[in-house]
């Protein structure tokens, strides 16, 4: 596994209600044995579980929780991830301390949750909601959590569209290596990022935008524009889709990319975004002259992917310091926020790797 790409298996959105807790204790529970987990280890996440899905129902105006499996074999964990529209939390540092909770929860805290994961991100707007990212791994395991453990530099979410449980939105990353292309050792260290926004929704939008991923990860392509050219191919006999591969290179800091369809991609560095453009068309049906463009990426700025699940008039005014926490953090609030939109969603943050170890 290289630890700077996380590719999270899909999990479940619970949306807030009074059996919230519950709910997320049990899908928590069957997580944790089915990566093998002790059942000390299970019991420690179902105590964490509860905690976030209780303060969610106290304090929050509208919420969810994501439970899903991230990372491999040997650092995979359990992720529990929290949203909520709500007024904030005033004091981070205070509310982090063990035993600092609220009635009706186990006593716990921030803190003693923070403490019990193996990674820990939390970020609040004080008047606009609240997101908190925890994983659980195995304790048990020998492993440098460091290096094989640490936040990822890319991570996404995608939320299906409300009434389905089938999201046909998807995203993937890898790394490309000297190894595996000998023939361009330019390209040693760089990233490869797609996202695919299958036409619809539901299992048949599901079935193009998987068959896009699986083309992407087969393939021994390089170039952002001849990856989407078999995206092309292979989504021929599918609904098809409109899809983005961008390929990223932190230490030349360039990025190009090829877009085709209503797909978002943007450059954020401080309190300004720059957008790359997508071509109309779409990808397995109608697919125009294919390019690619190029831009620079500024130390310690961040790539942001997004389908037209997400508005595109999101604000970094109104999100301050938000890019200062985790990729997976970051994902989540853009949801949060701009997505809108009655449609599936979906979000990729890639973040410079020179800043992205301060945040995990």
Do not use: Y
């Not at 000390?40 to 964490?48: D, M, N, P, Q, S």
């Not at 929290?82 to 009635?103: E, M, Q």
């Not at 990319?257 to 790359?276: P, Q």
């Not at 109309?280 to 294919?290: A, K, N």
């Amino acid at each position: 596994m290289d630890a700077l790409v996380a590719s999270p298996s899909e999990g479940a959105w619970l949306r807030q209600e009074v059996t919230l807790a519950a709910q997320a204790r049990r899908i928590a529970a069957e997580l944790g044995r089915r990566i093998g987990l002790s059942a000390g280890r299970v019991a420690e996440i179902e105590l964490a579980v509860t905690e976030v899905a209780v303060n969610l129902l106290h304090h929050a105006d509208d919420g969810a929780l994501l439970l899903r499996l991230t990372g491999a074999d040997p650092a995979v964990a359990v992720e529990l991830l929290a949203v909520d529209h709500g007024p904030g939390i005033a004091d981070l540092t205070h509310s982090r301390r063990s035993g600092v909770s609220t009635g009706g929860t186990p006593g716990l805290g921030l803190g003693v949750v923070e403490r019990m994961a193996d990674v820990f991100d939390v970020h609040s707007l004080m008047g606009q909601g609240t997101v908190l990212v925890a994983r659980f791994r195995d304790r048990s395991a020998a492993l440098d959590v460091k290096s094989l453990f640490s936040e990822p530099l890319v991570a996404g979410l995608t939320r299906p569209i409300s009434g389905e449980q089938i999201c046909g939105d998807i995203w993937a990353a890898k790394p490309v290596s000297h190894a595996a292309h000998p023939e361009h050792p330019e390209h040693d260290g760089q990233q490869l990022v797609m996202l695919c926004d299958g036409l619809g929704h539901g299992v048949l939008a599901a079935r193009a935008s998987g068959q896009a991923r699986t083309t992407f990860h087969r393939s021994a392509a390089v170039e952002p524009k001849d990856l989407i050219v078999e995206m092309h191919q292979a989504l021929a006999g599918t609904r098809g889709g409109a899809a983005a591969v961008a390929r990223i290179d932190w230490r030349r800091r360039r990025i190009e990319l090829c877009g085709i369809g209503n797909v978002s991609a943007f450059v954020v560095t401080g309190t300004s975004r720059s957008a790359l453009l997508s071509a109309p068309g779409i990808v397995g049906h109608h697919l125009p002259r294919v390019r690619s463009h190029g831009a620079d990426l500024p130390a310690g700025s961040s790539v942001v992917l997004h389908s037209d699940g997400l508005t595109e008039r999101w604000s970094l005014a109104k999100m301050p310091a938000l890019f200062d926490a985790s990729s997976t953090v970051v994902a989540a609030h853009l949801l949060r926020e701009a997505g809108v939109r009655r449609d599936d969603a979906s979000v990729v943050v890639i973040k410079d790797p020179a800043i992205a170890g301060s945040t995990s």
